[in-house]
């Protein structure tokens, strides 16, 4: 086992690109969050209303999202129950009652073959020993379809379940998951690709100078290493990022394969897009090798009234307490039972939660002079939300790519299974008609199938190998 | 949600078993390590030399296992790289480079419908909502599958992973492990059984009353809760202990559904039986609900000399060096080589790892009068191992079963699949034959199989329903 590096070794953090510019390719992630996106979704008929536990519907979309070839499918995440009021909580299923999601990976793993695999992971509340573990070994088991999207948490709510009273500050949580990010990818180098000999005759296991301890010693972290699992089959499992805050942006340009974002219009998009690049291409990084994923719901119909026909039976299932409480929690936490429903938005503190949520939220409300009672209405119709048909739908998605506001989307689902069916069965052999989505996977792994490099081994370097 | 018991809360522990004796059940726990328990096991011919991270390899012996109706497979764990030897590490698979068992037990849960899925988790290194969370996950994946063997860890090596200089006093270890378990089940018990209505009519998903805060404020843990996560199917995942400490039986006498224990004769194997048991039952527990399996490595052929000549060609497999430093290792991380390797074993200080190992084999040492050249050479056939025919072995099996020396087995493998392979179509036929052991699962969840009733929720009583 070697402690320090080679004095050979480059620290390269990605594979020098091909020379030839490569032709842009259209992703898409499938964002699950069984029963659907919108509150209301389990209520739908065709809900599975305990999907959050209920294995054989999960597996059933995982299926249907690879059929359809999507790059990957996505879980998202608390380490809490973040909704506290009562009323709410009664009629809603956001209480993140569901499966762990590193557990459902897994279990995903063996009951799919190509699709990706992303579940997000909290560098506040996490050690970044079992966290690089727990994603290399899905990354095995999955034969390389692991990814992980890092976040630092928002919730009070998560704090309390590890021994703190209030969330961590938010320029102290980026500083320790900035560390975390590097023991992790230190970590999942421990040994090198050609480590392992299984050599039967001679009973040479693996070469032992090509295990590394990482030795890392830093201000949030001691972590000697090395990690107990071959390095994983993409050398690096995929890693997502979302944040929009400056120090969020920067932590994407520099680390991030895949950066989730959310934007209402195209320019808005195409402005955070060429920003994203910029930077990624000023942390020394190709820009072409960090995916820009706007969110997109949709709700497809043959004609534009049957989908919008759709939407509205789901709206109609939301109960008008819910969708105020549901404004209430995206605005910072804010009382507005305090305020007339008919009258304008009072002023409010900054969120301590996400701002950007709560900006978005404010502008939508002034810009349209809308009440309280107007603006909960309308939030259970995201920003996001696309209801047309497979045409007009197909129309958004290529005029978002081709004008480089995005290099495909994060796709979510109003309610499930039936938006996840109709994207699948409508939506994408229209995107294969306009030549813009694949028919078959390319690649064995996600960062083959997102046209990624698998980054070297910080160790890499071409030494002779020792002998027996 | 209610943040303190009703007043008519029991804290019942277990329910009240039936008045009528049970007939015993031998029960067999199935405990894989890929790609065998001796060190040499990944030479052998049939052997998956990359076991650790061959899932298609791990996914069928679990399924040979579940066809031979094992009450359940076991993996476990440690948190770190062990062996610092490099004479050792190149040449032994022990270096623990394989999948991560939760991740594991999740991807075998949906590749098998009826076996039981344990596996080791660390209450040293672990924060309880995690861990409450991952195990709670794995049992609705798996449909009430999942056992949690609770450790407190061995080795300096992990404590390294885990901003640590050296591991834990083994008395803080405890007292933290006991005060963790209060946690882990604490949360389980977040939801009632009972609280998720899913009444799309009406819309109210859940009884809010029916969910609990655990507001737990110890010496080592604040934990809030509730956990994100309905209760699991088995009320409580199995939990396993494997203490032999005085410390580590009270343990297990208090808390565990599972005993796995290890010893070389059945006599002695009696006196920890009928020990535990009544440590079980001075606990104010039902003796008959703590399943006591001691280890047991078999090697089966149609003859005694068949069964020997098995064993032989797999121990002429092992490289000397390896089989003396792993003595050393299990001796406490003494230097042996300071020793002439003809001499005797010298006078050693108390090990900090497992002190049970340590005495077992100097005992051994100084009972056959042996020289560390043929202790080592011994060590390679562990006090477990029984050689035999089918009917020897069941013989084996039977006496210490009826001898209440166990009520089953954790049944080791040196070599797979060979010895797990000879296991099922040998051995357990000849139980079978013999009414010892069952032809099919009787229960869905692994409780059900062990025997074992469904814990149920520190908040149970009868309380009527909230209106909506």
Same mark, same amino acid.
């Given at each position: 086992?070697? =402690?320090?590096?080679?004095?050979?070794?480059?620290?390269?953090e990605?594979?020098?690109?091909?020379?030839?510019?490569?032709?842009?390719?259209?992703?898409?992630?499938?964002?699950?969050?069984?029963?659907?996106?919108?509150?209301?979704?389990?209520?739908?008929?065709?809900?599975?209303?305990?999907?959050?536990?209920?294995?054989?519907?999960?597996?059933? !979309?995982?299926?249907?999202?690879?059929?359809?070839?999507?790059? =990957?499918?996505?879980? =998202? *995440?608390?380490?809490?129950?973040?909704?506290?009021?009562?009323?709410?909580?009664?009629?809603?299923?956001?209480?993140?009652?569901?499966?762990?999601?590193?557990? !459902?990976?897994?279990?995903?793993?063996?009951?799919?073959?190509? +699709?990706?695999?992303?579940?997000?992971?909290?560098?506040?509340?996490?050690?970044?020993?079992?966290?690089?573990?727990?994603?290399?070994? +899905?990354?095995?088991?999955?034969?390389?379809?692991?990814?992980?999207?890092?976040?630092?948490?928002?919730?009070?709510?998560?704090?309390?379940?590890?021994?703190?009273?209030?969330?961590?500050?938010?320029?102290?949580?980026?500083?320790?998951?900035?560390?975390?990010?590097?023991? $992790?990818? #230190?970590?999942?180098?421990?040994?090198? *690709?050609?480590?392992?000999?299984?050599?039967?005759?001679?009973? &040479?296991?693996?070469?032992?100078?090509?295990?590394?301890?990482?030795?890392?010693?830093?201000?949030?972290?001691?972590?000697?290493?090395?990690?107990?699992?071959? &390095?994983?089959?993409?050398?690096?499992?995929?890693?997502?990022?979302? #944040?929009?805050?400056?120090?969020?942006?920067? /932590?994407?340009?520099a680390?991030?394969?895949?950066?989730?974002?959310?934007?209402?219009?195209?320019?808005?998009?195409?402005?955070?897009?060429?920003?994203?690049? =910029?930077?990624a291409r000023a942390a020394g990084r190709d820009?072409?090798? $960090?995916?820009?994923?706007?969110? %997109?719901?949709?709700?497809?119909?043959?004609?534009?009234?049957?989908?919008?026909?759709?939407?509205?039976? /789901?709206?109609?299932?939301?109960?008008?307490?819910?969708?105020?409480?549901? %404004?209430?929690?995206? !605005?910072?936490?804010?009382?507005?039972?305090?305020?007339?429903?008919?009258?304008?938005?009072?002023?409010?503190?900054?969120?301590?939660?996400?701002?950007?949520?709560?900006?978005? +939220?404010?502008?939508?409300?002034?810009? @349209?002079?809308?009440?309280?009672?107007?603006?909960?209405?309308?939030?259970?119709?995201?920003?996001?939300?696309?209801?047309?048909?497979?045409?007009?739908?197909?129309?958004?998605?290529?005029?978002?790519?081709? @004008?480089?506001?995005?290099?495909?989307?994060?796709? $979510?689902?109003?309610?499930?299974?039936?938006?996840?069916?109709?994207?699948?069965?409508?939506?994408?052999?229209?995107?294969?008609?306009? @030549? /813009?989505? &694949?028919?078959?996977?390319?690649?064995?792994? !996600?960062?083959?199938?997102?046209?990624?490099?698998?980054?070297?081994?910080?160790?890499?370097?071409?030494?002779?190998?020792?002998?027996?």
């Amino acid at each position: 086992m070697t =402690a320090t590096p080679a004095e050979t070794v480059t620290p390269a953090e990605t594979v020098t690109p091909a020379d030839a510019p490569r032709r842009r390719e259209l992703h898409l992630n499938a964002f699950l969050k069984p029963p659907g996106e919108y509150l209301a979704a389990w209520r739908h008929p065709h809900a599975a209303p305990d999907a959050g536990v209920n294995i054989r519907h999960v597996i059933e !979309l995982a299926r249907t999202a690879e059929r359809a070839k999507f790059d =990957a499918i996505f879980f =998202a *995440d608390l380490v809490g129950v973040p909704f506290a009021d009562q009323e709410v909580l009664r009629r809603v299923s956001v209480v993140n009652d569901s499966f762990e999601p590193t557990t !459902l990976l897994a279990a995903l793993a063996t009951a799919t073959s190509r +699709i990706g695999l992303i579940a997000t992971a909290s560098t506040t509340y996490n050690e970044p020993y079992h966290l690089a573990r727990t994603f290399a070994s +899905i990354d095995h088991i999955s034969g390389g379809r692991a990814g992980w999207n890092l976040v630092t948490s928002l919730n009070d709510a998560e704090a309390q379940n590890f021994g703190l009273d209030q969330h961590v500050d938010h320029e102290l949580r980026y500083e320790r998951a900035a560390e975390f990010f590097a023991v $992790v990818t #230190g970590l999942w180098d421990s040994f090198d *690709d050609d480590a392992f000999l299984y050599d039967q005759k001679t009973g &040479r296991y693996f070469d032992e100078t090509r295990l590394h301890r990482l030795d890392h010693r830093g201000a949030h972290f001691r972590v000697t290493g090395p990690l107990n699992i071959p &390095r994983p089959p993409q050398g690096r499992p995929v890693i997502v990022q979302a #944040g929009s805050s400056e120090t969020g942006k920067n /932590l994407a340009a520099a680390v991030a394969d895949v950066v989730f974002t959310h934007h209402p219009s195209l320019a808005e998009a195409q402005v955070f897009y060429a920003d994203l690049k =910029a930077r990624a291409r000023a942390a020394g990084r190709d820009p072409d090798e $960090v995916v820009v994923l706007p969110g %997109l719901a949709t709700v497809v119909g043959r004609t534009l009234a049957e989908a919008e026909d759709k939407l509205d039976r /789901l709206t109609r299932l939301l109960d008008p307490r819910v969708a105020l409480a549901d %404004l209430a929690y995206w !605005l910072g936490g804010v009382d507005l039972t305090a305020h007339p429903l008919d009258g304008p938005l009072p002023e409010l503190p900054l969120s301590n939660q996400s701002q950007s949520a709560q900006r978005h +939220i404010v502008d939508r409300a002034r810009a @349209g002079g809308l009440t309280i009672r107007q603006l909960a209405a309308q939030l259970t119709r995201d920003s996001r939300t696309v209801v047309g048909t497979p045409a007009s739908i197909a129309d958004h998605i290529q005029e978002w790519f081709e @004008g480089r506001g995005a290099d495909g989307f994060n796709v $979510v689902f109003p309610y499930l299974p039936d938006t996840l069916d109709d994207f699948a069965t409508l939506v994408i052999p229209e995107l294969r008609r306009r @030549g /813009l989505f &694949r028919a078959e996977y390319s690649g064995r792994t !996600l960062r083959e199938n997102l046209g990624l490099p698998r980054p070297p081994s910080r160790w890499s370097t071409a030494r002779p190998r020792t002998r027996s």
